[in-house]
């Protein structure tokens, strides 16, 4: 997948959106497949968090803007991708798991946007920590740079764990 460049045919805003979060979603999972397993489960940054975590947490964070914040849907686990402060895996979580939920999550987002307008305010609920719920657009805006910082953090993680470089 090719990044959306800017100079390319125009497109509907909410197509936009789209191409750009699948392309940091797939940029995301050729990373994280280029990694050794060491590098899956033990961190190498200073931080601690693992890419295994980078993933889960990513997928939930998709999750908790859009199906729980922005529709308003019941979620059981909105924050399961933390213990406390830390993000984390269960031991049942796996690479290839991982990824297929953070794929089956971008579908999930894609169907969300299309049933929506870019300009509809999601719906009352917790995510919103009682402020007014956010509009579509405003949501995607966030989920793109939550991508874009998370995928610069990764670029430094596989580097030093000798996985894929670059874009």
Do not use: N
Not at 1 to 16: A, H
Not at 43 to 53: G, I, M, R
């Amino acid at each position: 997948m090719d990044f959306p460049s800017p100079t390319g045919p125009g497109r509907p805003r909410d197509e936009v959106f789209l191409q750009y979060l699948d392309y940091f979603r797939e940029r995301v999972i050729e990373k994280v497949t280029s990694l050794p397993h060491d590098a899956l489960v033990v961190s190498v940054v200073p931080t601690d968090w693992t890419a295994l975590e980078l993933v889960k947490h990513l997928t939930y964070v998709e999750m908790r803007w859009l199906e729980w914040g922005f529709e308003g849907c019941a979620v059981d686990q909105p924050w399961g991708d933390h213990v406390g402060d830390r993000w984390c895996v269960s031991p049942d979580d796996t690479r290839e798991s991982l990824l297929e939920q953070l794929r089956v999550r971008g579908v999930q987002t894609t169907e969300i946007v299309h049933r929506h307008d870019l300009d509809e305010l999601g719906q009352p609920g917790p995510r919103w920590s009682g402020a007014e719920p956010a509009t579509l657009e405003r949501v995607l805006f966030h989920l793109l740079q939550e991508y874009a910082r998370h995928l610069g953090h990764l670029d430094v993680y596989t580097e030093l764990a000798e996985g894929q470089l670059g874009e």
